[in-house]
């Protein structure tokens, strides 16, 4: 049966990675894409096989590399991973780190439009020592009006304990999704050590929607005129509107900057895995230097049948999405832009920062960001028959100079770390932040805070897996034999 389907359609959205962090999409969390369980599916999840089978043949970018008699007795999650290019060969920057499956497409469908069950905490994890099993984590941010947020928790709060234990290599994973109410226990710094206070926050998770615009300010320095913005997500709206009030807070922004006259941007991206496209090019069109409706923002490539299907039809221009003319655009005011970057930057964050280089100097502080060069859409069963929901990967990005580079990651123009003691986003001692307004001031060395906390070994963050890390917690396994 040929599967229809529409170009522009399919080139509407990149997603974020594996979305398993989040959504609370497995019941076990031990149970991961990179371990599934084989078994005999009943003629129910016969018929999920067959539809997802169909489908992957169709769309997926990899097509001609899945199995030829794939193994049709396994449970629907672990056939839909069993299809994907090379998915556990960890040595292969290439390979698909990106496709997922949920058994609810309606709970996948409002988690890529920033609505699930959440507490609001973002979160990343250290070895409380070296050696040590015993782990922490640092808030990185909470979201405003969230549960945490109502609860008092803030950037840079320790946690070291949940609902009465310590964390541990061997159950902070499930500690950190399982229940449903948190009871956070609180830690401090003290003489270079990591210390238990009596503090106790609890919080209990619910369906919340994020607005993604976290941030924006300008900071004026001399002839500089600095705007800076947070941006966690590319999401044009909340879940189920019509409207795209977070776009339209973007163009707000956007716009006051160009009004104060904005010289220099610092774009925020490092909490940011990514998100829709059609966000994208708005941000990049209000960003870029001489684009309008003309330029190309990027060109996808889909697989060989799809390829050649489109030709066929005449449709090679679709391929091509381009900027957008933006009466808010700032790029004649800038001469390069700062990207702030971390492992958990990703997809549509990078393909901002890909899309923009062909016309203006992309100038990235922090950390190598993950590698998604490659787009996903959304596929559901339009009959009902079928409740899952699945993202495979079904396109490759490439900019306006035909660049598509970066599986591993971009490279820190300036590489940066953030401390366990972080300073609050915004605050111009805040270590990425200070190290932006240092280059673009001349300033010589940032004005950075000296209490950064001890140095401890990070094992990631809630922000990566969220970008597609599923295998966070196997690396972990292994780090500790």
């Known amino acids: 049966m040929k599967i229809s389907w529409n170009v522009q359609s399919l080139a509407w959205m990149v997603v974020v990675g594996a ?21 005999t599916p009943a003629k129910a999840d016969q018929s999920v096989n067959n539809w997802i089978l169909e489908n992957m043949r169709a769309v997926y970018y990899w097509n001609d590399k899945m199995p030829a008699s794939p193994d049709t007795t396994l449970e629907p999650n672990a056939f839909f991973y069993s299809l994907l290019y090379d998915y556990t060969n960890k040595a292969n920057p290439e390979r698909d780190r990106f496709s997922w499956i949920q058994e609810s497409a309606a709970e996948l469908k409002s988690s890529l439009s920033g609505e699930e069950k959440t507490t609001g905490l973002e979160v990343k994890y ?4 070296s050696g040590s099993t015993d782990v922490i984590s640092t808030v990185l941010y909470v979201l405003p009006g969230s549960p945490a947020d109502k609860a008092g928790l803030k950037r840079g709060d320790i946690i070291t304990t949940i609902n009465g234990q310590k964390l541990t290599t061997s159950n902070y994973a499930s500690l950190a999704t399982d229940p449903t109410t948190f009871r956070y226990g609180l830690g401090r710094i003290e003489s270079g050590k990591i210390v238990d206070t009596q503090t106790v926050k609890t919080v209990t998770a ?10 924006d300010s300008v900071y004026v320095v001399g002839t500089k005129r600095i705007g800076y913005l947070v941006y966690n997500q590319f999401i044009p709206g909340p879940n189920g509107s019509t409207t795209p009030v977070y776009d339209q807070k973007l163009e707000q922004i956007f716009s006051k900057f160009k009004a104060l006259g904005v010289n220099e941007l610092v774009l925020d991206l490092r909490y940011n895995p990514g998100g829709y496209v059609s966000s994208s090019v708005k941000l990049a069109s209000m960003i870029g230097k001489g684009v309008d409706n003309t330029k190309t923002y990027y060109r996808m490539e889909y697989n060989k049948n799809v390829m050649a299907e489109i030709a066929s039809e005449g449709q090679t221009d679709n391929l091509i999405t381009r ?17 702030l970057t971390t492992g958990g930057t990703a997809s549509a964050s990078e393909l901002i ?3 923009l280089k062909p016309f203006m100097p ?6 190598t960001t993950y590698g998604k060069n490659v787009g996903s859409i959304t596929i559901s069963d339009d009959s009902g028959k079928i409740r899952w929901g699945m993202q495979p990967i079904v396109f490759k990005s490439f900019n306006a100079l035909n660049q598509s580079d970066y599986s591993t990651g971009f490279t820190p123009t300036i590489a940066k770390t953030e401390p366990l003691a972080v300073k609050p986003l915004g605050d111009v001692e805040e270590v990425y932040l200070a190290t932006a307004l240092a280059q673009i001031t001349g300033a010589g060395t940032a004005r950075i805070g000296t209490d950064q906390g001890p140095q401890l070994p990070v094992l990631g963050s809630s922000v990566e897996r969220r970008a597609g890390g599923s295998n966070m917690f196997d690396d972990l396994k292994t780090l500790n034999r």
Do not use: H, M
Request: include cysteine.
């Open 19 to 39: 979305g398993l962090w989040l959504s609370g999409c497995t019941k076990d969390p031990a149970v991961t894409p990179d371990s599934p369980v084989k078994g």
């Open 126 to 129: 250290y070895l409380r020592a």
């Open 206 to 215: 619910e369906v919340f929607q994020q607005n993604p615009v976290l941030l």
């Open 323 to 339: 900027f957008q003319y933006k009466v808010q655009n700032i790029g004649a005011n800038l001469s390069r832009v700062f990207v």
């Open 353 to 355: 920062i890909n899309g």
């Open 362 to 367: 992309v100038i990235t502080i922090g950390e």
